[in-house]
């Protein structure tokens, strides 16, 4: 059965930092890509970044390019995303999930199959 469990998300000051975490299963992060997204309220969901399988590719939208940094451990089965320098408006529940392909689909929420509970994010003083 395929899971991601998103965890990591809280209360933090702008400027601060926050490193989320998506724990798989039933899959191995070496053959698929996870990407990350967020959804403020009353807004669409969308993409901050992915990470490939074995080779590891990353990519991130412009805006977050900088400040968002999305790594991963195998043996773990766990897929980090780093946020830096926080603003207000990165408040979001953020969500892991999966193209259930090697490669990254771009930041498109229909071009993902399995997702996360998600897990919030607040940013202010």
């Known amino acids: 059965q395929v899971q991601l469990v998103e965890s990591g998300g809280g209360l933090v000051q702008p400027g601060g930092s926050l490193r989320l975490s998506c724990v798989i299963s039933g899959f191995t992060l070496e053959r698929y890509a996870i990407g990350w997204f967020r959804q403020a309220p009353g807004k669409d969901r969308e993409g901050v970044g992915c990470?490939?399988?074995?080779?590891?590719?990353?990519s991130y939208i412009d805006a977050e390019k900088g400040r968002f940094t999305i790594s991963k451990d195998n043996a773990k089965n766990t897929v980090y995303l780093q946020m830096s320098g926080l603003k207000p408006e990165d408040t979001a529940v953020y969500y892991c999930?999966?193209?259930?392909?090697?490669?990254?689909?771009?930041?498109?929420?229909?071009?993902?199959?399995?997702w996360g509970q998600g897990t919030q994010v607040t940013v202010s003083s």
């Open positions: 990470i490939g399988g074995s080779d590891e590719s990353t």
């Open positions: 999930a999966t193209p259930w392909a090697y490669y990254c689909s771009g930041p498109v929420p229909y071009a993902y199959e399995y």
